[in-house]
């Protein structure tokens, strides 16, 4: 097994816009299943490509966000619809370690995207899960959930992120 290295903020390869992926190949089911491996192993509830170093559009969820207890991949995975009613909760980020802070994200969104057997991906969801979603996402387009804080949160961050860092 290839065991991936996590990128942490502030590694640039983290604010490049993913490539959408536009074929389904052995190389990217074998990234997907090292990606899921990946994130349980660092008891994460989601992971992007780009947060591995492959900056294409692919992203995975914890198992136990889902019911029948698959893991969730989606391929070029879009929200083609959200709540305009946002909730706060605690968010944290495997590339932001030791990190956490309330963040404002839509109670319900509806991603489309591509399964791993190339399938079309469509699903509606709240809580958890959405707040998941909106957050790798997120990643595909550069964006790390710290840059939701408020400027002088964001100040607090840096100055103790970055000193524990070196
Ligand atoms: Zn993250």
Redesign the pocket.
């Known amino acids: 097994m290839s065991f991936l290295e996590i990128i942490t903020y502030p590694n640039p390869i983290l604010r490049k816009i993913a490539e959408p992926v536009t074929d389904v190949t052995d190389e990217i089911k074998k990234l997907s299943e090292n990606m899921v491996e990946r994130m349980n192993l660092a008891h994460g509830a989601?992971l992007?490509a780009n947060?591995v170093g492959v900056s294409l559009r692919l992203i995975v969820l914890d198992l136990q966000l889902k019911k029948d207890n698959k893991p969730l991949i989606v391929i070029n995975p879009l929200i083609v619809d959200k709540d305009s009613e946002e909730v706060s909760e605690e968010e944290g980020?495997?590339?932001?370690p030791k990190y956490y802070d309330y963040i404002k994200r839509s109670k319900k969104v509806l991603v489309k995207g591509i399964t791993i057997d190339g399938k079309a991906f469509e699903m509606e969801c709240e809580g958890h899960l959405a707040r998941a979603f909106q957050?790798?996402i997120d990643?595909l387009n550069g964006i790390?959930?710290i840059d939701y804080l408020s400027p002088v949160k964001k100040h607090i961050f840096k100055k103790h992120y970055l000193k524990n860092e070196k």
């Open positions: 989601g992007a947060q980020c495997l590339s932001v957050h790798e990643h790390v959930f």
